[in-house]
């Protein structure tokens, strides 16, 4: 530590003194360090200090803007502490700062937002922290320059929140809401941080722990304010407005009154804050908003800040200069015992030593606590100074009620003329005594003040003088054990005594002060008994005003006594004080020795911590051994096996022979997973010892079953799978050695055992046989078998649409007939087109079976096309199905028993199918074949009479359900908004069931993809054939025409609204 007392001219002309640049550099430094010291990597809470100083830096700059300067040169991407310290000083920032703060933090909002949303994407749990708080810190900004009545500490008074709620209900209405929100950020982050805490204690105590906690004394200020304006604004809401209309706002307090009294709760139980926060406790329950007299029972919630004792602060140098001492002062480093003796010849030390040591060692103490004294004085110093500055200025409102004094009594003096001549106005002289009375009353108050700060002076001046005292006691005594040491308190006590002067020539200046006061206060008194003389002989009430000076003199007395008793309480407490700093130093010797044995038992638990990590590493290598000695005696076993004769009679299938060595080959990668884990961590051998366990079974079983494969191959590849079945054995029981010596473990190599069991699974593919086709006669007769099932569907459903006709001819008239036979008429048409189309292609069929098979049989080429054909009958079944659908979804629709959805659906489902039969069909077929002309032509027309359909259902509906008309004469205001907000709570449920179902519907097609064998992987005559049509083709759905005075859409433009899918390639 640099200490100075002569400053050299040249430094003191190179200062900069007073200059304005000077100072913002100094200023720049000092917040630059704050900054440093405040958010960094530590996971420790943020000191107080370096908060302190960055809001009185922004106090003195009247903004944030150096703050910020430096705050957006921070990596706060990549540490979510430095993240998390640094959203807890802007918030303190936010908080205690000058009010243009919260403008310049308008300007950084994206750079807050963009680091949220970084640590919201990422799985940390400071990241998780800083998400949630970013988003509270936003939210308390646009508030705050939303409503400039509420300061960001949100300290205002009941009138103000009046003031800014108004008297529109719709503003309260919106306030209470955003309040509301404001809340919900503050407990989010409260549970957040609660969340990833053990509610114990203990944690309160770790720096872990205050590092997350240290924030919720923001939190717990901000909840205490909101919840009482909360409270307020529902009261007033239900004043104006009708309690059903405000359940909503009543339901979503009482969830957050609930979390804010558990939230204040748990924090009471915390040491952390009993010691930095006084938290109030809510009660029991919430208020009642129903009844108005209950907000007289509403108590605010207050929060109160201990006075914190005063840190130590690190003593900044007046000058910069270096380490090495003035020239004219001795340098205190060369050792007694070296400048006597010389140097010692050994290692070992004697007692002389070790005490000259100690001696050091409480030189430097004395030197700290010589510096805290310093600081001590100093800061004193500067309380005095702002203590003369307060007497100062009250002083000068003296001499102005001086001035206001005169001139009143000149108006006394006036009016008084004018009473000797007009005395019906003595009312008014008596009011000008009694206000004079109150004058002189107020001048012995401010007498009263001054000389209680005259004796704070004084007891501040005895308590330096006894602190200067007992750091002479101490010096003294350390003067006794070393001339070098008593040198250095003779300089110690120099600068005391230089201290003590300059602390002595504040104090008489102080005096010279107030006993200037004095004068002043005096004559001012004079003037004032002047004036009251001139007023007593002007009138006979002057015994009176006598009489309340004697009154207050009295008091004055009174007061007196009252300060010498407690000047006598604070000389016992300065006595306690002593007997505690005694106490302290007890204590700090205690834990000293303390300190000792605690670090020796540390170095014997280290030392049996060795010898447990070494037992544990030779358990785990024993039994890695003893796992592979089991694996080496399978694999051995199964080895033997291979020259066995009694094994010649077992056999085994190639299918399974694969699944074996394909289990084989995967458990590789865990043995070499296992091995890396172990080579990295010797003190954990369970992944590699269960790795090798199922290694070992899985080789021996696929070497077994490789044997008896063999005995069912062909000679060749017999002989090739036993030598690759013995590779894999020897290669193996090689691993299994290097596993069981330690010295070769690291060398080991588990991937040398892929390469034989990879032989192994290529063999066992070779030797699988290939698949018969059992269905030739059986595909041919099942297209021939659908196609007419698909035909008799369609002719049934022709004569069930008449039937239905017929019917509904007899059985209802007007309109309902009307609908009845436009609907049947179109079902008609489109069953027709339907049975055109699939005369036609069947036709198209029987020319490619034609053209393809050459000189096969029909049942040939349609085995050997098997993908096809199955696409054919899954195509026919389809289309003759939604026939039959069709027609009973009419039936039902012409009963009333259906729904008008049911048939425009099973339009949608036919129109789906024939497009299906159609690209079927049109995969092999000519592109120049006139039956394909005739069945695109089919299609389309198909397509015409679907939407024919879906128009004359869609328009039948509209004639026949009515629509009633909303009658809104006699409703008010508020029953429209009532009954507006309801209709939207409707819309939200049936949006909601309607994406459910639409979800479910995606699954169902999902499901019936999958059983229908659209997943499936195509045969290998498709794979190589070249497609003739584009495969888009076969899965779009032609388009559809709609109603008659509608142009008709596109394929693009038909949406699942319309209940239109594409069609896809079914396998039934």
């Known amino acids: 530590m640099n200490s100075i007392k002569n400053v ?43 908060a302190r100083r960055i809001i009185l830096g922004t106090h003195h700059e009247k903004g944030a803007f150096t703050f910020w300067s430096y705050a957006i040169g921070l990596p706060l991407p990549s540490s979510s502490i430095l993240s998390w310290k640094f959203c807890h ?17 308008q300007r950084y909002r994206s750079n807050i937002r963009e680091i949220g949303d970084l640590w919201g994407h990422l799985h940390d749990r400071y990241g998780q922290l800083v998400s949630v708080y970013t988003k509270l810190l936003l939210t308390k900004i646009s508030f705050h320059l939303k409503h400039p009545q509420f300061p960001a500490g949100l300290e205002v008074a009941d009138e103000v929140l009046e003031k800014a709620a108004g008297t529109d209900v719709n503003n309260i209405f919106q306030l209470t809401v955003e309040m509301f929100d404001y809340m919900d950020c503050e407990l989010k982050l409260s549970e957040s941080v609660f ?32 919840y009482h304006y909360t409270v ?24 957050q009154f609930h979390s804010l009294r558990n939230f204040f709760r748990r924090a009471s139980d915390m040491l952390y804050f009993k010691r930095l926060i006084q938290i109030p406790r809510l009660p029991e329950g919430p208020p009642n908003f129903l009844r108005a007299s209950a907000l007289a029972e509403h108590i605010k919630p207050v929060v109160v800040i201990p006075e914190e004792a005063p840190e130590d602060e690190e003593p900044e140098n007046l000058i910069e200069i270096g380490t090495a001492p003035p020239a004219g002062e001795p340098v205190v480093v060369a050792d007694l015992f070296d400048q006597t003796f010389g140097p010692p010849n050994g290692s070992l030390k004697d007692d002389r030593d070790l005490q000259i040591e100690n001696l050091k060692r409480e030189v430097e103490l004395l030197r700290a606590e010589l510096e805290k004294i310093k600081l001590e004085a100093q800061r004193y110093i500067s309380q005095l100074k702002g203590q003369v500055n307060s007497l100062e200025a009250e002083l000068e409102e003296q001499r102005k009620q001086k001035q206001k004094a005169l001139v009143d009594n000149e108006q006394l003096r006036h009016e008084l003329a004018q009473l000797r001549a007009l005395q019906l106005e003595g009312s008014r002289i008596q009011g000008l005594r009694e206000e004079a009375e109150r004058k002189a009353s107020a001048t012995e108050a401010r007498y009263s003040r001054l000389k209680e700060k005259h004796s704070e002076l004084i007891n501040t001046h005895a308590e330096l003088l006894r602190k200067n005292a007992d750091t002479a006691k101490q010096l003294t005594v350390t003067q006794q054990s070393q001339e070098e040491v008593a ?25 010279d002060q107030m006993e200037k006061l004095k004068r002043e206060l005096e004559a001012k008194t004079g003037e004032l008994a002047r004036a009251q003389e001139a007023l007593s002989r002007t009138e006979q009430s002057g015994s009176e005003l006598s009489s309340r000076l004697d009154t207050l003199s009295a008091e004055k007395d009174a007061l007196s006594g009252a300060l010498r008793q407690r000047e006598a309480e604070l000389l016992a407490a300065q006595s306690l004080v002593r007997e505690r700093e005694a106490a302290l130093g007890q204590e700090q010797l205690r834990g000293s020795q303390e300190r000792g044995e605690l670090q020796g038992r540390l170095a014997e638990k ?19 051994c003893a796992a592979a000695a089991e694996a080496e005696g399978t694999l051995q076993d199964a080895v033997s096996k291979l020259d066995d004769p009694l094994h010649l009679r077992c056999t085994s299938s190639p299918d399974y022979l694969v699944s074996r060595a394909q289990a084989a080959l995967d458990s590789v990668s865990a043995l070499e997973k296992g091995h890396t884990q172990y080579l990295a961590s010797p003190a954990d051998a369970a992944s590699l010892v269960a790795a090798l366990t199922r290694f070992s079974h899985l080789a021996a079983d696929t070497i077994v079953n490789g044997g008896a494969t063999s005995h069912l191959a062909p000679t060749d590849p017999a002989d090739r799978l036993l030598d690759a079945c013995r590779e894999c054995g020897a290669r193996a029981l090689e691993l299994l050695g290097q596993l069981q010596d330690r010295q070769a473990l690291p060398r080991a190599q588990p991937s040398l055992v892929r390469s034989p069991l990879q032989g192994i699974l290529q ?39 008449e039937d239905m006709m017929n019917q509904a001819r007899h059985a209802s008239s007007g309109v309902k007939l009307e609908v009845n036979e436009r609907i049947l008429n179109s079902c008609t048409e489109l069953m027709k087109a339907i049975r055109l189309l699939v005369m036609t292609s069947t036709s198209l069929q029987k020319e490619i079976v034609e053209s393809g098979r050459g000189a096969a049989t029909q049942q040939e080429f349609y085995a050997k096309n098997s993908r096809w054909t199955e696409g054919l009958i899954s195509a026919s079944k389809a289309v003759g199905w939604g026939a039959t659908q069709l027609v009973e979804s009419a039936d039902k629709v012409v009963l009333h028993k259906g729904k008008y959805e049911e048939l425009i659906v099973c339009s949608h489902e036919i129109a789906a199918s024939t497009a299906q039969l159609v690209a079927a069909s049109k995969v092999k077929a000519n592109k120049h074949s006139p039956h394909l002309s005739r069945l695109q032509e089919c299609s389309r027309t198909v ?42 709570v409707r819309v939200l449920e049936l949006e909601k069931t309607l994406e459910a179902e639409r979800m479910r519907l995606g699954e169902l097609r999902k499901q019936h993809y999958v059983l229908a064998g659209v997943m499936g992987t195509p045969s290998e005559e498709e794979t190589n054939r070249p497609c003739t049509v584009p495969r888009s083709g076969a899965t779009k759905k032609p388009p559809l025409a709609q109603k008659p005075t509608v142009a008709p859409r596109q394929d693009h433009q038909l949406d699942k609204k319309d209940g239109v899918y594409s069609a896809q390639l079914l396998n039934y």
């Open 606 to 624: 280290e030392s049996q911590e060795q010898g447990l990590r070494k037992r544990l590493l030779d358990e785990q290598f024993a039994v890695l």
């Open 195 to 226: 969340r990833q805490l053990n509610t114990a204690i203990a944690v309160s105590q770790m720096s872990s722990g205050q590092c997350r906690l240290a924030p919720l004394i923001q939190v717990i200020q901000d909840c205490s304010h909101l």
């Open 943 to 984: 397509n015409e009479r679907a939407a024919n359909v879906v128009a004359s259902t869609k328009s039948g509906q509209e004639q026949i359900e009515d629509r009633d008309t909303m009658d809104f004469s006699g409703m008010s205001l508020i029953k429209l908004k009532k009954q507006e907000m309801e209709t939207q």
């Open 487 to 511: 040198r250095v308190k003779e300089q110690l006590a120099f600068q005391m005594e230089q201290v003590k002067r300059e602390s002595e020539m504040k104090l008489e200046e102080q005096s």
């Open 89 to 105: 000083v802007l918030h303190k920032v936010l908080r205690d700062g000058h009010p243009n703060v919260l403008h310049d933090c």
């Open 763 to 801: 063999l066992g593919q070779e030797l699988k046989p290939k698949s018969l086709d059992v269905r030739q006669e059986e595909l041919g007769a099942m297209v021939d078998k659908e196609m007419a099932a698909t035909s008799a569907a369609i002719e049934d459903a022709v004569r069930r649409i």
């Open 232 to 255: 307020k604004l529902m009261f007033k809401l239900h004043s104006c407005l009708p309690a059903d209309t405000l359940q909503g706002h009543r339901d979503r307090f009482h969830e």
């Open 8 to 50: 050299p001219a040249r430094v003191l002309s190179r200062r900069p003194g007073h200059s304005l640049e000077a100072e913002r550099e100094q200023f720049d430094k000092t917040q630059a360090i704050s900054i440093s010291k405040a958010i960094n990597n530590q996971e420790a809470p943020v000191k107080e200090k370096h």
